[in-house]
């Protein structure tokens, strides 16, 4: 049987840490009430324990969907009980899964798409792909919303996971994405710090020139519901002394919401960093499709799988809303 559901059970099974942010996700995903999730080629014990878990908790009812076979000796093997589960049986093959899952988002049926044990590009594949019908106006972007301990707030942080080099029209879809995000969590004008090495505009990076450029857009209405500001540094962008300590006024540095990284490079180094130094714990989403994806890693604890299937919930309750 599945056992009784905590946000306190860390990866490497270390004593349990209480994550007050990622519970307070579940508390107000439980609100909204359970959503229909395509779970792709859940063949190991983690995935269908996430799954299984996350519907015991009244966020998601699994469909899941891939070779039937696998899927109940997998089961067994964890000893799980898949009641309240529907499975769709497929072949044996994690494309023809992620394909069939990403079908059933594109029908209605399902209304978020999540991760089992496949490749990451096999589900993120089926998913853009044309015949699936799931693209949305935005460029797809991964958002991570990060328990720190010690940490006042929920942290959200992007784009880590999909957009390797991304252009400043990425980077304004990026920023979009996490902001309506952030507000679906209940954080009504988010602050989003956009990261660069220095908190100056120099033409020899890049990044910072993308940054000074994004803020303007937000000035100019390109970007909503947030307030905006960049280049920053890491250390002022995190730390109000060290803002002060460089001079820097804003309404942003020392106290962000969301931090938005230059590539994914700089940005999951960081995230890892913080996950494996700063015990960090997060969950995380794919946003700007018409469905939000669960894409997690067969690394993740259980925990973080479940506070992705909150996410998921409250972004699908926020989709259909329209934001002032």
């Known amino acids: 049987m599945v056992p009784p559901l905590s946000l306190a059970v860390a990866a490497d099974d270390a004593p ?4 007050p942010h990622l519970q307070h996700l579940l508390d107000q995903a439980k609100a909204q009430g359970p959503i229909p999730v395509a779970v792709a080629y859940p063949c190991d014990a983690g995935s269908l324990q996430a799954a299984m878990q996350a519907a015991q908790a009244g966020l998601i009812t699994p469909l899941l969907v891939g070779p039937e076979a696998r899927i ?7 000893g799980l009980d898949l009641a309240g589960a529907s499975i769709h049986s497929t072949a044996d093959d994690p494309r023809a899964a992620a394909a069939q899952a990403a079908a ?3 029908s209605g049926q399902a209304r978020a798409l999540m991760k089992g044990s496949l490749h990451s590009d096999e589900l993120l594949g089926a998913a853009v792909a044309r015949e699936a019908g799931l693209r949305g106006s935005r460029r797809a972007s991964h958002v991570f919303v990060m328990d720190l301990p010690g940490f006042e707030r929920p942290l959200l942080m992007t784009d880590c996971v999909v957009n390797i080099f991304p252009t400043l029209m990425d980077k304004r879809d990026i920023a979009q994405n996490a902001i309506d995000l952030a507000r679906a969590i209940g954080i009504a004008r988010p602050r989003v ?4 090495a220095v908190e ?3 033409p020899a990076i890049p990044g910072t020139i993308d940054a000074a450029a994004l803020c303007k857009m937000a000035d100019r209405g390109q970007i909503s519901g947030a307030i905006l500001d960049g280049p920053l540094a890491y250390d002022n962008a995190i730390s109000l002394r060290s803002a002060h300590h460089k001079g820097i006024v804003s309404d942003v540095a020392g106290q962000p919401d ?3 990284v230059p590539s994914l490079e700089a940005g999951n180094m960081i995230y890892k960093q913080l996950v494996y130094m700063a015990d960090a714990e ?3 989403l794919v946003l700007g499709m018409r469905v939000p994806i669960v894409l997690t890693s067969r690394s993740d604890s259980v925990a973080s799988r479940i506070a992705s299937c909150a996410l998921a919930v ?3 309750a926020a989709g259909g809303k329209e934001q002032p």
């Open 16 to 19: 349990a840490t209480h994550r």
């Open 72 to 78: 109940r000796a997998s089961a067994q093997a964890a």
């Open 104 to 106: 059933l988002c594109g």
């Open 193 to 196: 710090a956009v990261l660069s």
């Open 200 to 202: 100056t505009v120099n």
């Open 258 to 260: 969301v931090l938005l």
């Open 282 to 284: 997060c969950a995380g």
């Open 314 to 316: 409250l972004a699908d």
